[in-house]
Structure formats: C-alpha cells, structure tokens
C-alpha cells in the first residue's frame, strides 16, 4: 500500500507562485523504493476529468510536461524525503484547479490510467 498527502495549495493572485508537495508512505516502500516508482501531478476542475500536468521517471530524468504548463511548472522529487514537488510559477486563472499526485512503479504516470496510486488532492485557485 502507498499513502500520498498532498500540500501546498492554495490562493494566489495570477502571476504569482506555489510549490505542492506530496508525501509518500507506505508498506510498498519497504519492498519496493520509492526512488523506484514514477510519479506525476495532475489537476481536475469540477465536472471535468482528470488531466495530466507532469511526470518524472524513476530514472533517465524523464519530466515530461502539458503543453499548457511548459515553462511555468517544474516538477522534482527529493527520493531521501520520500515527496515529490511541482513548483508553479507564473500561475494563470486557469490553473485553478484541485491538484493530485499520483504514483506507479512501472510506468510514467502520464495519463490516468498509468497510477496505481493517488493523493486526496489540494486546492489550487488563482485570481485575476
């Protein structure tokens, strides 16, 4: 099993920045690394579905990124702490959104389907 908390969230003004982070744990780790699973934030609006906003491999420095977040996000991962980070600068309205990590030991988490494992989700909401 893998616990993900996300923090971090919350209200900001457009053009300004937020840095989430979340928190893994969990009886799979002792088996199976954290340093050894990909991980990937995605966000979700009410009503709408679930999409990706990045990725970083286990290995390789994979990060892939959304076009609408490229240049603005950064995503990093700190294997000793066991949390992974997305750094938001520049953040538009319409980033607002619930965000959520998620974590998969075989593949990059870029589509919802490729996680095994997800966070409850933090509020993000950028004003104008």
């Known amino acids: 099993q893998v616990q993900l908390v996300e923090s971090g969230g919350g209200l900001v003004q457009a053009g300004g920045s937020l840095r989430l982070s979340c928190a893994a744990s969990?009886?799979?780790?002792?088996?199976?690394?954290?340093?050894?699973?990909?991980l990937g934030w995605f966000r979700q609006l009410p009503g709408k579905e679930r999409e990706f906003v990045a990725a970083?491999?286990?290995?390789?420095?994979?990060?892939p990124y959304a076009d609408s977040v490229k240049g603005r996000f950064t995503i990093s991962r700190d294997n000793a702490e066991n949390t992974v980070y997305l750094q938001m600068d520049n953040l538009k309205p319409e980033d607002t959104a619930v965000y959520y990590c998620?974590?998969?030991?075989?593949?990059?988490?870029?589509?919802?389907?490729?996680?095994?494992?997800w966070g409850q989700g933090t509020q993000v909401t950028v004003s104008s």
């Open positions: 998620a974590a998969d030991r075989l593949r990059l988490p870029t589509t919802t389907n490729y996680a095994d494992y």
């Open positions: 969990g009886r799979t780790f002792s088996r199976f690394p954290f340093s050894e699973h990909a």
């Open positions: 970083i491999s286990s290995r390789d420095n994979l990060t």
